[in-house]
């Protein structure tokens, strides 16, 4: 929901115009100001004071916070993993409930959506709120398992499962390389979106490099130093502030803004007659306003890969770890949804923007829908509200861009580091090698903004997703029954790898030759599809297929170190070490 389908945003942002009323420009009573993009550089009258300072405040706080979440709960040994990496697993309903909805919506989120439906319409934008329907009863179903079996043997990873259920070293390598593959360009998407609130107060304009990129600098440097300092703890108190301040800015647009431009009605014409109008460099319609038939496939596979895959993602997973219960994990796919209302509003304010006759203009002078939420917000309120809504969406990308360097930097310290180079490393040496990673990570992918296309953070990001999602059978499957064959898994694994990778490749459009988007043609029955999906079926047939030619042959299988009782372990049970087994529980694994 956070990534999909931008690529040719900025060919099609302009699109035609709006209907003709005048309603939005009486009730703002005002022109909207235009900064002026060829002369920022020698002049400082394009920066919104006000809202920058609110920012600068607000981004003091959490800050602040941030260091001092070292001491919260009683943190007396940051020099493990366990507490460094997953706060301890001690968090409760509400903290849980907190870092995770921060964790998964995340600023870019609130960068994309309504990027996606201000260009190109509910396709592109609205599939986000299916598929973050569909996602709570699947992790309800699984993720409790993975928690209690994690519980027993003191996983970190989803690669420490899969390595301890199959017996296999590889395998564990392949789901490790991928989560830190799919991880890298989300990280970088974070740092994307703190850069669009910053091109909209007007920072950002000028030649030089260092003043350019100097705020973006600034709060890389922070980000990562109370990550270093204070672990999951970090994220975890903070998510606090950004998800009140993005209830707080949602609630209050959605109330104000459609009274102010003539009201749903006027603003769902807009949307449509935008939508409906056929763009002069293609001679299609613009976006997609109703899905028509044509385009259920693509929107329910969307829908669900997306579902399939977001849980996979390794950030996702170390929220999840770090709770204290297997309840507390249940409770929480029942009330995150509430994060999908709010998304569903979100989204909507990319149709507000298309009524209100927002430019969402980059200090290049090109169009740019990213800006559009930002603009939007910059146009509509006062400075000082602009600026905590510009604060919600900067800080709101401190918090996952911190989980996802941890949660990287824990796959490559548990599976590649301890695994492959120093099987005796001590826990206090997993910790430090741990933190540099992180420290690490974050900086390919500052380097990877500074340096590199935008267009590129969200090709990689693209893919990611198709990546992540080939890693569901291992882990999944693996929760319930051991039926498949760990060398199975990993070709199954390795040709979606390369299926999805060379289908996304050969997806072009006007603006890019390569890695357009992530929908392509289904083998079989010609109706276009997510890629992802597609690649995940394929996948499962390998899999499936290779594990009766393994059964046949009598290839080793590998020694599963799991019992049937781990499944269902709570709070209590020793974290690293399993309990000796009950005669019910030493029954074999299925």
């Given at each position: 929901?956070?990534?999909?389908?931008?690529?040719?945003?900025?060919?099609?942002?302009?699109?035609?115009?709006?209907?003709?009323?005048?309603?939005?420009?009486?009730?703002?009573?005002?022109?909207?100001?235009?900064?002026?993009?060829?002369?920022?550089?020698?002049?400082?009258?394009?920066?919104?004071?006000?809202?920058?300072?609110?920012?600068?405040?607000?981004?003091?706080?959490?800050?602040?916070?941030?260091?001092?979440?070292?001491?919260?709960?009683?943190?007396?040994?940051?020099?493990?993993?366990?507490?460094?990496?997953?706060?301890?697993?001690?968090?409760?309903?509400?903290?849980?409930?907190?870092?995770?909805?921060?964790?998964?919506?995340?600023?870019?989120?609130?960068?994309?959506?309504?990027?996606?439906?201000?260009?190109?319409?509910?396709?592109?934008?609205?599939?986000?709120?299916?598929?973050?329907?569909?996602?709570?009863?699947?992790?309800?179903?699984?993720?409790?398992?993975?928690?209690?079996?994690?519980?027993?043997?003191?996983?970190?990873?989803?690669?420490?499962?899969?390595?301890?259920?199959?017996?296999?070293?590889?395998l564990s390598l392949a789901m490790a390389l991928t989560g830190i593959l799919a991880t890298m360009p989300y990280i970088a998407l974070q740092l994307v979106g703190i850069q669009a609130v910053l091109e909209v107060i007007g920072i950002g304009g000028a030649d030089n490099v260092i003043a350019r990129d100097l705020p973006l600098l600034i709060a890389f440097a922070v980000l990562a130093a109370y990550t270093y300092s204070s672990g999951l703890r970090a994220?975890?108190?903070?998510?606090?502030?950004?998800?009140?301040?993005?209830?707080?800015?949602?609630?209050?647009?959605?109330?104000?803004?459609?009274?102010?431009?003539?009201?749903?009605?006027?603003?769902?014409?807009?949307?449509?007659?935008?939508?409906?109008?056929?763009?002069?460099?293609?001679?299609?319609?613009?976006?997609?306003?109703?899905?028509?038939?044509?385009?259920?496939?693509?929107?329910?596979?969307?829908?669900?890969?997306?579902?399939?895959?977001?849980?996979?993602?390794?950030?996702?997973?170390?929220?999840?770890?770090?709770?204290?219960?297997?309840?507390?994990?249940?409770?929480?796919?029942?009330?995150?949804?509430?994060?999908?209302?709010?998304?569903?509003?979100?989204?909507?304010?990319?149709?507000?923007?298309?009524?209100?006759?927002?430019?969402?203009?980059?200090?290049?002078?090109?169009?740019?829908?990213?800006?559009?939420?930002?603009?939007?917000?910059?146009?509509?309120?006062?400075?000082?509200?602009?600026?905590?809504?510009?604060?919600?969406?900067?800080?709101?990308?401190?918090?996952?861009?911190?989980?996802?360097?941890?949660?990287?930097?824990?796959?490559?310290?548990?599976?590649?580091?301890?695994?492959?180079?120093?099987?005796?490393?001590?826990?206090?040496?997993?910790?430090?090698?741990?933190?540099?990673?992180?420290?690490?990570?974050?900086?390919?992918?500052?380097?990877?903004?500074?340096?590199?296309?935008?267009?590129?953070?969200?090709?990689?990001?693209?893919?990611?997703?198709?990546?992540?999602?080939?890693?569901?059978?291992?882990?999944?499957?693996?929760?319930?029954?051991?039926?498949?064959?760990?060398?199975?898994?990993?070709?199954?694994?390795?040709?979606?790898?390369?299926?999805?990778?060379?289908?996304?490749?050969?997806?072009?459009?006007?603006?890019?030759?390569?890695?357009?988007?992530?929908?392509?043609?289904?083998?079989?029955?010609?109706?276009?599809?997510?890629?992802?999906?597609?690649?995940?079926?394929?996948?499962?047939?390998?899999?499936?297929?290779?594990?009766?030619?393994?059964?046949?042959?009598?290839?080793?299988?590998?020694?599963?170190?799991?019992?049937?009782?781990?499944?269902?372990?709570?709070?209590?049970?020793?974290r690293v070490a399993p309990l000796p087994p009950t005669p019910t529980e030493a029954t074999p694994s299925p």
């Open positions: 929901m956070r990534r999909r389908h931008l690529v040719g945003l900025q060919d099609r942002v302009e699109g035609p115009p709006a209907p003709a009323d005048d309603r939005g420009a009486r009730a703002r009573g005002h022109r909207r100001r235009v900064r002026p993009v060829t002369t920022l550089a020698a002049s400082d009258s394009g920066v919104n004071g006000v809202a920058l300072a609110v920012l600068i405040a607000l981004f003091t706080l959490v800050t602040v916070m941030g260091f001092l979440a070292s001491r919260w709960r009683r943190a007396s040994n940051l020099q493990t993993l366990d507490e460094w990496g997953l706060g301890g697993r001690s968090f409760g309903t509400w903290v849980t409930w907190f870092l995770i909805g921060g964790d998964i919506y995340t600023a870019y989120t609130f960068i994309a959506v309504p990027a996606a439906m201000f260009a190109l319409g509910s396709v592109s934008g609205f599939f986000a709120i299916p598929y973050a329907i569909v996602v709570y009863p699947i992790i309800f179903v699984f993720m409790s398992r993975l928690w209690s079996v994690s519980h027993r043997h003191g996983y970190i990873t989803t690669a420490d499962f899969v390595g301890g259920r199959y017996g296999s070293r590889w994220p975890a108190i903070i998510a606090f502030v950004k998800d009140t301040l993005i209830y707080l800015v949602i609630i209050v647009a959605v109330i104000y803004l459609p009274s102010r431009y003539g009201g749903w009605g006027h603003i769902f014409d807009a949307a449509e007659a935008k939508m409906t109008t056929p763009n002069p460099a293609t001679g299609k319609p613009t976006g997609t306003f109703i899905p028509n038939s044509q385009q259920y496939w693509a929107y329910a596979t969307l829908a669900l890969g997306s579902a399939l895959a977001l849980f996979m993602y390794p950030h996702s997973i170390t929220a999840t770890l770090s709770s204290k219960s297997r309840n507390t994990i249940r409770r929480n796919a029942a009330i995150l949804p509430a994060y999908t209302f709010l998304l569903g509003l979100l989204a909507l304010l990319g149709w507000v923007a298309i009524a209100a006759g927002t430019k969402p203009i980059g200090l290049d002078g090109k169009p740019n829908a990213q800006l559009v939420v930002p603009q939007l917000f910059e146009d509509a309120f006062p400075a000082w509200f602009a600026g905590v809504a510009f604060s919600a969406i900067a800080i709101g990308a401190l918090v996952p861009a911190a989980i996802m360097s941890i949660a990287a930097a824990n796959l490559f310290t548990r599976n590649v580091y301890r695994e492959w180079f120093r099987p005796g490393a001590t826990p206090a040496q997993e910790a430090k090698v741990s933190k540099l990673t992180s420290l690490f990570v974050k900086f390919v992918a500052l380097i990877f903004v500074l340096t590199l296309d935008k267009q590129n953070a969200i090709n990689f990001q693209l893919l990611g997703g198709i990546w992540i999602l080939q890693t569901f059978p291992a882990i999944v499957f693996g929760l319930y029954t051991r039926w498949f064959h760990r060398w199975a898994l990993l070709a199954g694994w390795a040709v979606g790898m390369v299926y999805g990778t060379i289908a996304a490749y050969n997806v072009s459009s006007a603006s890019a030759a390569h890695f357009a988007g992530s929908l392509a043609s289904i083998p079989g029955i010609a109706q276009m599809g997510y890629i992802a999906l597609t690649a995940f079926v394929v996948n499962i047939v390998v899999a499936a297929v290779l594990t009766l030619v393994m059964r046949a042959v009598k290839a080793p299988e590998g020694v599963d170190a799991t019992i049937r009782g781990d499944y269902f372990a709570d709070a209590g049970d020793p």
